[in-house]
């Protein structure tokens, strides 16, 4: 039997051949669709095209403005039409594009194909760079709060509370998450997030969530959560603020602040003061040291801290692994609300505002330190209305 070539074998067999028309692209044509194809696959995963407006994600808007340009251009019609699969072209939604500047044929078309780059959704010439875009969000339409006098309470507490050590600061990105009644610092000022929305997946994946968040000058702005991580994450002086309860009182582990056996003293002042005088049984110091009180107060006369007059211990208490910071911190908090308000002048002239002395009686400071021993104490406060201590609601 003689050889038959392969077309004579197809002929006896019977089988018709169809020659592939094989369609090339230039590589402009081949960005437009890498483009294209991105919105759709935005489209398969929430259902629906993409949408303008602030509330939406960054990539989402860029989305919209990339399918609003491909449904003006008749040449990206012609090149995107055999694979427009969900309509997207002929779509009737709102993705129109406010025009940016005058732009001819070639310009746009440049504009769309985003650069060498097939990635380059995000990098539209004719509009804002993602980085300043992104930075507008996360310092986004702050507006003046109007319930801001509830508030201002809590950034009075925290500021006190930082200074006292009772809170601490922590670099931000050891710890990135975001909750409701949180604290940061950012941009040299305090931040409170009030109020925290559900939970739903951006356009890349990942959970975000709208926030109500309060500005220690008194500002708010409700912007998303991965908006205000970024943020934190730009501001190298970006901070977060421990809880007040965050890490123990009384340890076996030595930090640099404990003391190994200390002692907690009660003071009343001598001075002569016309206040200080009608008060004195009322008014009390309270300090904690790892020394000997006695030295601690050998020189009180020449100190504004004591009232420059000499002071009579009036109790003393003995306590093993204490961290010093915390504990004055502590006191600090429970009778912030009767602390002294009184300036004197220094043997220089100059005004002091002694800290650390309360109008309390000395049997609450006594009932307070046996809280202390219990560990119950971080749940109580001072209520000068009653004179003693009550539990925080």
Known sequence: MPMLSDDELLDALGVEQEIEEKRSHSPREERIIAGFEEIQRFVERYGRAPQHGEDNDIFERLYAVRLGRLREQEECR????????????????????????????????AELEGGDDLSGITELRHVRPKVEIRAAEDIAKREKCEDFDLFRPLFEDAEQELKSG???????????????????????????????????????????????????????????????????????????????????????????????????????????????????????????????????????????????????????????????TKLEGLFHRIFSPVQLDLTIHDRFGHPVRPKEWFLVPLHVIDEAVSHIRDGSITNMTYDPKLAKLVGLV
């Open 78 to 109: 012609a090149i995107l039409s055999s694979i427009d699969y969900q309509g997207l072209l002929n779509g009737a939604d709102s993705t129109s594009v406010a025009p940016v500047k005058s732009m001819d044929d070639d310009e746009l078309l």
């Open 166 to 324: 009772i809170r601490q600061t922590r670099p931000f990105g050891k710890d990135a998450s975001i909750n409701k009644s949180n604290f940061f610092i950012l941009g040299g000022q305090l931040v409170y997030v009030a109020e925290k929305g559900e939970e739903f997946k951006a356009p890349n994946g990942q959970p975000d969530a709208r926030l109500r968040v309060i500005y220690s000058n008194g500002t708010e702005s409700n912007i998303l959560l991965r908006s205000l991580q970024r943020a934190l994450y730009k501001d190298e002086a970006g901070r977060r603020l421990t809880e007040p309860d965050a890490g123990p009182l009384f340890s076996e582990a030595w930090d640099q602040d404990d003391i190994e056996s200390g002692t907690i003293y009660v003071l009343r002042s001598l001075s002569n003061h016309p206040f200080v005088s009608e008060h004195r049984e009322l008014i009390h110091k309270i300090g904690v040291t790892g020394g000997k009180v006695e030295t601690r107060i050998s020189n009180a006369t020449y100190d504004a801290t004591y009232l420059l007059a000499d002071v009579e211990v009036v109790a003393s208490y003995k306590l093993a692994g204490i961290n010093r």
